[in-house]
């Protein structure tokens, strides 16, 4: 089974500092996602990764970056931390071919700014 | 512009009975249609798919419906249980290569009753 691992699953950060969260996927899957879950408003990508080092935007990607150096790992960075950005972080995974993408997802980041 | 609705935030029926969640999209070029599950402090976990050359697929308790010409689907559950409540999370894609992108409907939360 394809694992996706989210290293932080609880974080508390306070209104200005850099947020790093991690995440590591061991199927070699080539596509990497970010999305946030809030209540009432579902799944929204922040930004996905198709390959090392390259990254597009998704459809909320202000006041975060992301950086993936390694084929296995993808990286979200919040360099300012903001309260509304408190919010469950999902990372995802898919393999590249030809058809529709099913995402394996980890188990979340549940980050709070205070 | 919400291209994937869900219109029920949430749904509760009796263990044993159906549950039937509906989705709409509005984007035509929609070709692939997935369901997610998840359950709280976790990722969402893949249920079950259809493609738009089908109008139903069906995996054990599970099964998809999907009418095009009313860009509408639903998932069947039958019978119920009380580990099915979770929120369930529509999804839709175009299977193309280089499609990396889901996108999903805000979620119906489904509580089974014993």
């Known amino acids: 089974d394809v694992k996706v691992t989210q290293s932080s699953r609880y974080l508390v950060k306070r209104t200005g500092e850099k947020v790093f969260l991690e995440c590591v996927q061991d199927?070699?899957?080539?596509?990497m996602f970010w999305y946030r879950q809030d209540p009432g408003l579902g799944l929204r990508l922040i930004y996905f990764s198709y390959d090392v080092k390259m990254k597009e935007k998704g459809d909320i990607p202000e006041g975060y970056s992301v950086s993936r150096e390694k084929k296995e790992r993808f990286s979200l960075i919040l360099e300012s931390a903001s309260t509304n950005q408190t919010s469950m972080y999902l990372c995802?995974?898919?393999?590249?071919?030809?058809?529709?993408?099913?995402?394996?997802f980890g188990a979340g980041s549940r980050l709070t700014v205070l | 512009d919400q291209q994937v609705k869900q219109n029920s935030p949430s749904l509760s029926v009796q263990e044993g009975r159906i549950s039937i969640l509906n989705c709409d999209y509005t984007?035509?070029?929609?070709?692939?249609f997935l369901w997610y599950k998840k359950y709280p402090a976790e990722g969402p976990t893949f249920l079950i798919s259809?493609?738009?050359?089908?109008d139903k697929n069906e995996d054990g308790r599970f099964t998809v419906f999907l009418n095009k010409s009313a860009k509408h689907l639903s998932l069947h559950i039958v019978p119920s249980q009380p580990g099915d409540s979770a929120v369930y999370f529509c999804a839709a894609c175009l299977s193309g290569a280089g499609s990396y992108q889901l996108t999903f409907g805000k979620g119906t939360k489904l509580s089974v009753i014993p």
């Open positions: 995802a995974s898919t393999p590249w071919y030809s058809g529709a993408n099913v995402l394996t």
């Open positions: 259809i493609s738009s050359i089908k």
């Open positions: 984007n035509s070029m929609f070709d692939y």
């Open positions: 199927m070699d899957h080539e596509n």
